[in-house]
């Protein structure tokens, strides 16, 4: 493994020991001398990394944002296939990555005041629901999805991918659910 290797595996070993700490116990809870010896690591050497607790916390959210702009309808594809297949892939590629279970309670986390003010922007400027309003407001016109305004629709269902994500991150032990009873939130 090359020395740049080497520096990326370190850095990425930070980021999920960062993520994990901040879900289990909280980001105003967590001190940088817990994450550095999680990883492990002495403190100084973490700092050659990041240099501090909100620019690690800064760069989770970015991380966040970027995986979501995964959700991207293509051309003239069924809302409802395209939907269960999404759900599908992510709560497959959950599975064998947990961390993203965490990413899901992060983001949410990092919306609220109080939060540092650079990640709390670019977790609000998240907006998978005018995407997924879209989707849904076609699905009406063609008699699949209930009626109803698409905006709030889309707030529901995310709702309940953000909360089961959330509880399969507190709850290892649940079974992934299937993607047809999100779906059923919206449709007809």
């Not at 501090?52 to 979501?68: F, R």
Request: hydrophobic content about 40%.
């Amino acid at each position: 493994m090359t020395r740049k290797e080497q520096k990326e595996e370190k850095r990425n070993a930070i980021l999920i020991t960062a993520l994990n700490l901040f879900v289990t116990r909280g980001y105003y809870e967590t001190k940088i001398t817990d994450i550095a010896a999680a990883v492990p690591m002495s403190t100084g050497l973490l700092f050659h990394y990041f240099d501090s607790k909100e620019s690690l916390l800064t760069e989770l959210v970015k991380m966040g944002a970027e995986a979501t702009g995964s959700f991207k309808p293509e051309g003239d594809m069924d809302p409802e296939l395209f939907l269960k297949g999404f759900l599908g892939k992510l709560f497959e590629y959950s599975k064998t990555q947990p961390w993203v279970f965490n990413m899901f309670v992060l983001m949410g986390q990092a919306r609220r005041p109080g939060m540092p003010e650079e990640a709390r922007q670019i977790a609000l400027s998240v907006n998978t629901v005018k995407g997924s309003s879209k989707l849904i407001k076609a699905g009406q016109a063609k008699g699949i999805f209930r009626e109803g305004n698409p905006d709030l629709l889309a707030q529901c269902f995310w709702s309940a991918v953000q909360g089961i994500m959330e509880e399969l991150a507190y709850n290892p032990k649940m079974k992934i659910p299937d993607p047809e009873w999100i779906i059923a939130v919206i449709k007809k």
